[in-house]
């Protein structure tokens, strides 16, 4: 079986612009989380996603949005960005939302912001 | 402000011996406590999690808490050169797995 995806896993944007991640779950997980990892700390939650809907937002604007769709899927959206935004991006799967032992992490989108 | 401690390392220690990894944290009603390696350039991966006092063991893994002192420990036996990482601590409260996540400790193992 496939892992956890993520699209795409470079990226360069300058400031001001609006960027869409996306990520797909490992087959048969319904739960989706994404996080922040800035270079040199631990990943920060954004959102969890369980059966579409929103179940869990971490300390972050509301420039950051997400959604997930029927097939489990998730896009992470940010707006107007800014150069404090350049990280890794994590997108993680797992069977339900309370189940960190079946939590798998994708490889990550790294975001760049000029 | 929820909050996980941990000294960012490096930790070098040499093959065969044990690694001792702590984390500290701010939330009493934190339950859950997990710990994650992450290899450079790659995503977390983890490789244990504890929810009540004691010890316990998982192949060379072995992971401490205690509740009272608001402390957990990893500790890594006959460390090898391929356990060079970034190890994560992550503690989570509620029914839910939202994980606070601290810095993660650099840990070095050399022949």
């Known amino acids: 079986d496939a892992g956890v995806t993520q699209s795409p896993t470079h990226l360069i944007k300058t400031r001001g612009q609006h960027v869409t991640l996306r990520c797909s779950p490992i087959s048969g997980h319904k739960s989706v989380s994404w996080y922040q990892q800035v270079l040199g700390q631990g990943p920060q939650f954004i959102f969890q996603y369980y059966e579409k809907e929103e179940r869990g937002r971490g300390n972050f604007p509301d420039r950051f949005s997400a959604r997930q769709f029927p097939n489990y899927s998730s896009e992470l959206n940010v707006n107007a960005l800014l150069l404090g935004d350049s990280a890794l991006y994590l997108c993680?799967?797992?069977?339900?939302?309370?189940?960190?032992?079946?939590?798998?992490f994708g490889p990550g989108t790294r975001l760049t912001v000029l | 402000q929820k909050e996980v401690e941990q000294n960012s390392g490096p930790l070098s220690v040499p093959e065969g011996a044990i690694a001792s990894l702590n984390c500290t944290y701010s939330d009493r009603g934190s339950q859950s406590f997990f710990w994650y390696r992450q290899y450079s350039g790659k995503s977390p991966e983890l490789i244990m999690f504890?929810?009540?006092?004691g010890d316990k063991e998982d192949g060379r893994f072995t992971a401490q808490l205690n509740k009272a002192s608001q402390y957990v420990s990893l500790l890594i036996r006959d460390s090898q050169p391929s356990d060079s990482a970034t190890y994560l601590c992550a503690a989570s409260s509620g029914g839910s797995y939202i994980p606070t996540f601290g810095r993660g400790t650099s840990l070095i193992v050399h022949p």
């Open positions: 504890i929810y009540s006092n």
């Open positions: 993680a799967s797992s069977q339900d939302r309370s189940s960190p032992d079946t939590q798998y």
